[in-house]
């Protein structure tokens, strides 16, 4: 079966597994040896994890898993179904990105996968190996986090894996808990093509989401009611737009959507409409920068967010029990971990955690600009600084960010520094490596200076403890601190740039992007 007639069978499944013809054929079973030799049919009267027990014309007969196929509809009855992984997500992921990556996964082994709706907009159901039988099957139960702690659900074992959009990096995950980042969600503010804005603050949109700003009129646009396109999890979303008091919530008047393709459809057919969207479902909306109280516009994309540079961007991660105790789960991990999988974050909106390299990035960072808004009299020389010692470099869209006012790594790039390593072993001899570091505003210049100089040979030095003595040789790598160089008023702002707080890796040499 062909990858595009595997997923319309996935997502028909999901849709019409509530409507059986008839609840007297609906019981109707066939068990079939595994050499196909012998076949029994009858009514299924019950399915438990070692057999198959049906209503024959002889009366009941019970037959092992491991020695039948079954086929019919209710070999899959959720009444007394036992999963043997148990997924959780946040977001939209239940439904525009896993049961893509369950097909492929089916695909991949050539396996058979049979999917059903569940409760609550979940789904559960069972991959079986091919030649295989119902007792080896990956039987998977897939369903929304909801606002329980994703952590308490795997230490429980309500949960073999999680997926979390927004959670922090931990300082240690609890014992038997592997934390893995596994890319970005990335969101897009789209309006009607023919909307005049070209960007919006985030405290902006913000307000337009939860009703506090009503008419495009407040936005510098025409006098128009705004129509806000929320999806299902719309408080949820709020999030990522900013700090929420306990009594906001999402706009009530705001109309619902059910998958971000919905959205952009809505947003596109109303000219005083606003959505948020993921990067793969803008279509014909029209998209909007996000600016910064520094008045710099960030538009959404990929390098961008990876990089840490486009606000409306959260980190996706991965939690997971431990493999070796579940065949099923060291399966699926080993999926999530595929480029298969990379692609399908992509697919769904998502930006997957492979390393771009940005040109011209100089331009991006606005200098000028930045340098015209700074008023300290540390401030200037540190942007000629970064012009002299970066021209004619690119940057990497991998960055290592450093808690405030610290040298100490966060615990989700000390986990990623293997994929910049292993990125840095792959560049052509004579490739020259600048580790550029940036320090908080908080303190005295000099404090500052010394602290991003601390920071970018820090990330140095774990990179050449990592990287092979051969290559590491044939690199030109050094590293360099430009101290606190965004103006003071931009550096507690959610929607400038966080350069404050970082690492970034520059490279001279042509290196495909």
Known sequence: MSKANLMKTTLSAIAVTAALTSSALANQVVLKSLDGAIEVSGQLLASNTDAYVIR????????????????GEECLREDGFEANLHVLATGNMVQQLLPDALADLAMSDGATLDIRAAERGGYYGQIVPQGGTSAEAMKFRVGPAGN???????????????????????????????????????????????????????EQLHAVFTGQITNWQDLGGPDADITVVT??????????LGPTENDQSVDASALTSASDAETSRLVGADPHAIGLVGLS????????????????????????????????????????????????????????????????????????????????????????????????????PAFSKITETLDGFDRLSM???????????????????????????????????????????????????????????????????????????????????????????????????????RVEVWLSTNIPS
Request: net charge negative; glycine share 8%; with cysteine.
């Open 56 to 71: 024959t014309a002889f009366g009941p007969l019970s037959v092992s898993k491991s020695r039948v196929q079954c086929v």
């Open 148 to 202: 329980q702690d994703p952590l308490a659900q795997l230490v429980s074992g309500d949960a073999d894996v999680v997926f979390s959009s927004g959670s922090p990096a931990l300082a240690e995950p609890p014992e038997g808990v592997t934390e893995t980042h596994i890319g970005q969600h990335v969101l897009s503010a789209v309006v009607h093509p023919d909307n005049p804005l070209s960007e919006i603050g985030l």
């Open 231 to 240: 999806p299902a999890d719309g408080a949820g979303m709020l999030g990522i």
């Open 281 to 380: 479902a803008r279509d014909t909306a029209k998209t909007l920068g996000i600016m910064s109280a520094c008045g710099i516009a960030t538009p959404p994309d990929e390098v961008m967010a990876r990089a840490g540079d486009y606000p409306l961007s959260l980190p996706v991660t991965m939690y997971h029990r431990d493999p070796s105790e579940n065949p099923h789960l060291a399966d699926f991990v080993r999926h999530v971990q595929s480029d298969t999988f990379a692609h399908q974050l992509e697919t769904a909106g998502y930006v997957d955690t492979s390393i771009n390299v940005q040109r011209d990035a100089l331009a991006s960072l606005n200098i000028e600009q930045d340098a015209s808004a700074a008023a300290g009299w540390y401030e200037r």
């Open 399 to 501: 960055t290592v960010q450093f808690p405030v006012g610290s040298s100490r790594l966060d615990a989700k790039d000390t986990r990623d520094l293997d994929r910049l390593v292993t990125y840095l072993t792959t560049l052509p001899a004579g490739t020259s490596i600048v580790f550029a570091g940036f320090s908080d505003s908080m303190g005295t210049a000099a404090k500052n200076y010394y602290l991003s100089e601390n920071r970018a040979e820090r990330l140095e030095r774990m990179v050449l403890d990592m990287m092979p003595e051969a290559v590491a040789e044939r690199m030109n790598i050094s590293s360099v601190g430009f101290g606190e160089i965004l103006p003071r008023a931009c550096d507690d702002d959610p929607g400038g740039m966080d350069l404050n707080r």
